[in-house]
């Protein structure tokens, strides 16, 4: 059982360190460097790709091809664990963390946000695929020839497997 004096020295020790609660809501939240908050997604450096779809574990982020000729990012908040991993994949930082926490809303369309890409087409059989970005982004960084990145992944196969058929046959590579 604490005795007198103990008592006492608890009472000094609180007085020396002041309060160490605050009054939140009615004055801002103490939040450290490293807290994870929501995501922000950049849609002017946003390519389309999709590593951040397939590397969020709660399925927050999704992409989806709608309309004519569009594929649609979107990030539903209220599923985000706030891992960052989509931050670390994006080839592009096109994705920022903030410390952004006080989310709560009574519209759930709030916790939505969208990034809408134009596809792109096949200069082959005009079908889509990819994103215009993606793939204007592919023929800047990858090594791939202007040839290939036009088509559409069927018509990509298609093309290299008649290359292949034609270097058989003695002729040379397109
Ligand atoms: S922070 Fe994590 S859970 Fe949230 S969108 Fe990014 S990868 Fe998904
Ligand atoms: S990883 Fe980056 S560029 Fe790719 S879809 Fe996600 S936000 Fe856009």
Redesign the pocket.
């Known amino acids: 059982m604490m005795g007198k004096l103990g008592f006492v020295k608890i009472l000094v020790i609180a007085a020396e360190a002041g309060r160490v609660t605050r009054k939140y809501p009615y004055e801002p939240p103490l939040v450290s460097s490293d807290f994870r908050g929501k995501i922000e997604?950049?849609e002017t450096?946003?390519?389309?790709?999709?590593?951040?779809?397939l590397?969020c574990p709660p399925n927050a982020?999704v992409?989806s091809d709608e309309g004519e000729g569009y594929r649609v990012?979107k990030y539903f908040v209220g599923r985000c664990i706030f891992c960052w991993r989509?931050i670390d994949?994006?080839?592009?930082?096109?994705?920022k963390g903030t410390r952004e926490f006080e989310l709560a809303t009574d519209n759930v369309e709030d916790l939505d946000e969208a990034?809408i890409h134009k596809r792109a087409s096949c200069t082959e059989c005009n079908g889509l695929y990819s994103t215009v970005?993606?793939k204007a982004y592919v023929m800047e960084k990858a090594p791939i020839t202007e040839n290939y990145v036009d088509k559409c992944p069927e018509c990509r196969r298609n093309k290299l497997l008649r290359a292949f058929e034609k270097r058989r046959g003695g002729e040379s590579l397109e």
Request: proline share 4%; hydrophobic share 45%; with cysteine.
């Open positions: 997604i950049d450096k946003c390519i389309g790709c999709g590593s951040c779809v590397a982020l992409m990012l989509c994949v994006c080839p592009v930082d096109a994705i990034v970005k993606q």
